[in-house]
């Protein structure tokens, strides 16, 4: 399973609800028939968002982007905002989701060497503690074999949970970072606008 990962900034927040109502008509229209699933992430205060959409295959993203950006140009980017990035990620695992209204996204550096052992040590130590943090709503782990990267994102029924979850979050989160030889690069915070994980199945 792969994950396209685009980035927005300078996104119009007057008109949030409408571009979420038009990105949900595109699922329920299956306008990307091959995508097994989705997360859409909103900073209201920062202006940005990502829209992650999941897929099979990395041959199966590179098909759906000429959709993708027919779909853009439906949108006036005033109102998305300015692409900035789109980039494709291996995931890892994946479970939860239902029910999420935020999350926090943790990105850490290493050797891409390191990234498996990462990966088992989150699997195996970090996650059974993050499961049972109040509000605990689900997690992605998207990982970048060729920079040694891995976006992990934590889902929580709401923004309180979240903030109450931050000291944990923190010591968790650096032991995972020394697990896997890696740096934390940088933590961001936010709504959670879109999930549909239902299809996934990664464990």
Same mark, same amino acid.
């Given at each position: 399973?792969?994950?396209?990962?685009?980035?927005?900034?300078?996104?119009?927040?007057?008109?949030?609800?409408?571009?979420?109502?038009?990105?949900?008509?595109?699922?329920?229209?299956?306008?990307?028939?091959?995508?097994?699933?989705?997360?859409?992430?909103?900073?209201?205060?920062?202006?940005?968002?990502?829209?992650?959409?999941?897929?099979?295959?990395?041959?199966?993203?590179?098909?759906?982007?000429?959709?993708?950006?027919?779909?853009?140009?439906?949108?006036?980017?005033?109102?998305?905002?300015?692409?900035?990035?789109?980039?494709?990620?291996?995931?890892?695992?994946?479970?939860?989701?239902?029910?999420?209204? *935020? *999350?926090?996204?943790?990105?850490?550096?290493?050797?891409?060497?390191?990234?498996?052992?990462?990966?088992?040590?989150?699997?195996?130590?970090?996650?059974?503690?993050?499961?049972?943090?109040?509000?605990?709503?689900?997690?992605?782990?998207?990982?970048?074999?060729?920079?040694?990267?891995?976006?992990?994102?934590?889902?929580?029924?709401?923004?309180?949970?979240?903030?109450?979850?931050?000291?944990?979050?923190?010591?968790?989160?650096?032991?995972?970072?020394?697990? *896997?030889?890696?740096?934390?690069?940088?933590?961001?915070?936010?709504?959670?606008?879109?999930?549909?994980?239902?299809?996934?199945?990664?464990?």
């Amino acid at each position: 399973m792969h994950a396209r990962v685009a980035a927005f900034e300078n996104l119009d927040t007057s008109v949030v609800d409408d571009l979420l109502g038009r990105v949900r008509q595109n699922i329920d229209a299956n306008r990307i028939p091959d995508a097994q699933g989705g997360l859409m992430l909103l900073d209201r205060v920062e202006r940005k968002s990502l829209g992650i959409t999941f897929f099979e295959s990395e041959q199966k993203i590179r098909a759906a982007e000429p959709q993708f950006e027919r779909m853009g140009d439906e949108i006036p980017e005033a109102q998305r905002g300015r692409r900035t990035s789109v980039q494709v990620y291996e995931v890892a695992f994946a479970t939860g989701g239902e029910g999420a209204r *935020a *999350a926090r996204v943790s990105v850490l550096e290493g050797s891409p060497k390191s990234l498996d052992e990462g990966t088992r040590l989150a699997q195996d130590q970090i996650l059974p503690q993050v499961r049972q943090l109040s509000g605990f709503k689900g997690v992605v782990s998207l990982v970048d074999r060729e920079r040694g990267r891995t976006k992990l994102i934590t889902l929580w029924e709401s923004d309180e949970a979240l903030h109450a979850s931050e000291e944990q979050a923190n010591h968790l989160r650096q032991r995972a970072a020394e697990g *896997a030889a890696s740096r934390i690069v940088g933590v961001e915070r936010y709504e959670v606008a879109l999930a549909e994980l239902g299809q996934l199945a990664i464990r």
